[in-house]
């Protein structure tokens, strides 16, 4: 005797022994990260000190002008979008006590999560499993600033990289609307919402977007209609933001021409490089995407023509142009969240071959692993040794720069960087020297710590000189500029920060030409700033770029590691 086995009825009872499970419900988890994310951002949190942590203070900087009035890309040059700036800045006057690492990291959560959360709630109408699945990995690769390629031994947060991370969060919630979502007006007003906020926040997030898009229209999972309607509406937002704001799009194009002229290299070193720090990675994908491209032809299809059809639209397919899509948005800036828009690929490759019946199976599934788990472990292991050796470090005394000064480093850390600080003051010369070679202190100062502890000193010590001075001579200089990558002053002393001169000082890759209207500006601002504790071949550089910005102004020795150009 047969006993069938009604397969809808069990379905339906698992789904609701799953429902039957507070933590199955998305909702739950998205309430606990916000309140996770509000806590962060309302305590005064002093968090262990990272590489390249002046990264961050840029977008001090940016919201410093931005709360000035300025514009950016109109009002500034800017090597970024405009978006990040103004949602980081929106959030750093909304909770004036947040940690500028946690503000910088989480800026574009406000527009991000309630988009992935719309999907979310799609998917779990059908499978609340298959919608955790999509959300859990974003939630924990957005929790912290921390990135999957580590540029310094000594554990801390990352101080860059943050808008790298904002795109490829983007990314991969566009992915997973590309495999996820059934509906087609849901899919068109995401991909257009998505491509817009990639467009405004990286230029290269939204090329790599572009590239899935095309894509999903080539292989059949979205029309071309309905993408000339996404592309449209995100046009059409873009020629509205252009009217509102008197040109920013416009603008924002411009600094993107002006960027491509001074970032000409050839692209293949580019990938070389990308390919070498994400081996882990990119290796496993590449043998998992051969492996399934055998798949589609061991099923013997009548031509070459229908195996390549059949695997283009195979979740294998997929997966080679979404590794190809991300390869080149990295290789623009490499170091952030790496390939994690391949998950939402991997995920429907799980779902496919966890129950199938081939010898290649176990195969498949292993290397499903090998390419998903090492970004996985990388961010959890440095999340947790940041977290769990800060309480064993010591607060870096600097504690007039204000919330931007709330770090703590080991104790060598600690006691060296001041002496150092003293050191680079005293023997000026000899870096002077090192700097006319065009060598820097170190081979790669800026991955090092104790860089930014120093830098962090030199800061503070500038500003106490600077209010000293001012009380000395009786007069509140109306604003700064500082000659060096980041202009941090203006935010710390409330000051009016010079209109059309750019953000995030690169004299290799984002430094354009001296015009008349910078040049203007500056002469309207009192104070011209030179740190030199230590002089590097990047800080020269800029002082030579500013130099016709000097004439006129008298020099003023203003502390051991500053000089002030005063204007008259």
């Known amino acids: 005797m047969s006993v069938s086995t009604d397969r809808p009825a069990a379905a339906r009872a698992a789904q609701r022994l799953v429902a039957a499970r507070p933590w199955t419900s998305p909702a739950l988890w998205l309430a606990a990260f916000l309140a996770f994310v509000l806590a962060g951002l309302l305590l005064p949190l002093r968090l262990p000190l990272g590489s390249y942590y002046w990264d961050t203070a840029v977008y001090l900087d940016a919201a410093q002008r931005i709360r000035d009035g300025q514009v950016p890309n109109i009002d500034f040059f800017a090597p970024l979008g405009p978006l990040g700036y103004y949602l980081v800045a929106g959030l750093d006057r909304l909770f004036p006590n947040a940690h500028p690492l946690l503000t910088a990291n989480w800026g574009l959560l406000p527009i991000a999560l309630p988009l992935l959360a719309v999907l979310v709630f799609h998917v779990a109408r059908s499978s609340r499993r298959l919608a955790l699945a999509l959300l859990l990995p974003f939630l924990l690769f957005a929790s912290l600033p921390i990135n999957l390629h580590e540029v310094y031994p000594l554990p801390g947060f990352d101080g860059y990289g943050h808008y790298n991370r904002h795109a490829s969060l983007l990314l991969y919630v566009l992915i997973a609307v590309l495999m996820f979502a059934r509906e087609r007006a849901l899919t068109t007003c995401l991909v257009a919402a998505l491509m817009l906020t990639l467009f405004l926040v990286k ?17 059949g999972r979205m029309r071309l209609r309905d993408a000339c309607l996404a592309a449209a509406a995100a046009i059409g ?43 882990e990675v990119i290796a496993p994908t590449l043998v998992l995407i051969g492996l399934l ?79 998903a788990v090492p970004s996985a472990l990388i961010f959890v292991e440095r999340s947790a040794r940041a977290s769990l050796g800060a309480p064993t470090y010591l607060p870096l005394d600097v504690e007039d720069v204000g919330k931007l000064g709330r770090v703590s480093v080991k104790d060598e850390i600690a006691e060296r960087a001041p002496i150092m600080l003293r050191h680079y003051a005293r023997h000026q010369p000899a870096y002077a020297d090192l700097a006319a070679t065009g060598q820097q202190p170190s081979l790669m100062p800026y991955s090092e710590i104790d860089h930014h502890a120093i830098w962090l000193l030199e800061i503070e010590q500038g500003l106490k000189a600077i209010k000293a001075w001012e009380q000395a001579n009786k007069r509140e200089l109306n604003g700064v500029f500082t000659l060096d990558f980041v202009d941090v002053l203006n935010y710390l002393l409330d ?33 011209i700033l030179a740190p030199k504790c230590p002089l590097t071949s990047n800080r020269a550089a800029i002082f030579e770029h500013f130099a016709r910005a000097l004439e006129g102004r008298s020099k003023v020795a203003l502390a051991p590691c500053w000089d002030m150009y005063l204007k008259p």
């Open 495 to 527: 000051r009016r920060p010079p209109r059309h001169v750019p953000i995030g000082i690169d004299p290799t890759r984002s430094t354009p030409r001296l015009e008349t209207q910078m040049l203007e500006s500056l002469r309207q601002t009192d104070a």
């Open 203 to 219: 230029v290269t997030g939204a090329v790599a977007g572009a590239m899935l898009v095309g894509y999903a229209v080539l292989t």
């Open 293 to 371: 491209a055998y798949v589609a032809w061991r099923a013997k299809p009548t031509s070459m023509a229908s195996w390549l059809r059949s695997f283009a639209v195979s979740p294998g397919g997929w997966l080679a142009v979404a590794l190809l899509a991300l390869t080149f948005f990295e290789t623009q800036n490499t170091g952030s969240l790496e390939f994690i828009g391949l998950w939402p690929i991997l995920l429907t490759l799980l779902l496919a071959w966890r129950r199938r019946d081939d010898g290649l199976r176990t195969w498949v599934l292993l290397l499903l692993c090998m390419v």
């Open 237 to 279: 937002a873009l020629a509205i933001i252009d009217l509102a704001t008197g040109g920013l799009t416009r603008a924002y194009l411009d600094d993107i021409l002006i960027l491509l002229k001074l970032n000409t290299g050839a692209l293949l070193p580019r990938f070389l490089t990308v390919a070498s720090f994400k081996f």
